[in-house]
T-cell receptor, first 114, second 111 residues
Framework: DQQVKQNSPSLSVQEGRISILNCDYT??????FLWYKKYPAEGPTFLIS?????DKNEDGRFTVFLNKSAKHLSLHIVPSQPGDSAVYFC?????????????FGGGTRLMVKP | EAQVTQNPRYLITVTGKKLTVTCSQN?????MSWYRQDPGLGLRQIYY???????DKGDVPEGYKVSRKEKRNFPLILESPSPNQTSLYFC??????????FGPGTRLTVT
């Protein structure tokens, strides 16, 4: 049973518009969440994170929102650029998963069209 | 340059032939981990290590072994590979366990 789910396997957005990637989790003990970005033939790279004591974290064009009551987080990219085209993974940590460190979602492939 | 290296990058082998995928990091990180990536399943953790000589199972450890004799190295061993271990493998390291640095990946095919 996947504890972290990304229900949209792919998303297509026009350059300059907003990209919104969603992630849901089931384990209420998760207390730290991260987004990773992955280009083809490369390993994932860390993008942005958020602690459960916050509901928003912003870094340049990237903002992560956390809704603990809904067990939902989202990544907003504004404005989207063609170079943002990649697979995005959300990950969670905490609770009895602490020793295991990170549980990843299945990924969402973002395509930003020029 | 801070990096995690994996070798080989690509490997095709046959069922039952033992293989080792090496992983090395130059960031003096205590935490290292192995993942496999399969379509729709994201990255699933195989094994992790909190420090030298300390290893523990992740979500999908069956069929794999690891060792951590030195801080910088964390090899993944498949004693008797099977076709269901065909996958893309990533090694990662971290100082905290959260913001992990990943290697470039090893694509393994077992026939």
């Amino acid at each position: 049973d996947q504890q972290v789910k990304q229900n949209s396997p792919s998303l297509s957005v026009q350059e300059g518009r907003i990209s919104i990637l969603n992630c849901d989790y089931t384990n209420s003990m998760f207390d730290y969440f991260l987004w990773y970005k992955k280009y083809p033939a490369e390993g994932p790279t860390f993008l942005i994170s958020i602690s459960s004591i916050k509901d928003k974290n912003e870094d340049g064009r990237f903002t992560v929102f956390l809704n603990k009551s809904a067990k939902h987080l989202s990544l907003h990219i504004v404005p989207s650029q063609p170079g943002d085209s990649a697979v995005y993974f959300c990950a969670a940590s905490g609770g009895d998963n602490a020793g295991n460190m990170l549980t990843f979602g299945g990924g969402t492939r973002l395509m930003v069209k020029p | 340059e801070a990096q995690v290296t994996q070798n080989p990058r690509y490997l095709i082998t046959v069922t039952g032939k033992k293989l080792t995928v090496t992983c090395s990091q130059n960031m003096n990180h205590e935490y290292m981990s192995w993942y496999r990536q399969d379509p729709g399943l994201g990255l699933r953790q195989i094994y992790y290590s909190m420090n030298v000589e300390v290893t523990d199972k992740g979500d999908v450890p069956e069929g794999y072994k690891v060792s951590r004799k030195e801080k910088r190295n964390f090899p993944l061993i498949l004693e008797s590979p099977s076709p269901n271990q065909t996958s893309l493998y990533f090694c990662a390291s971290s100082s905290s366990g959260f913001e992990q640095y990943f290697g470039p990946g090893t694509r393994l095919t077992v026939t």
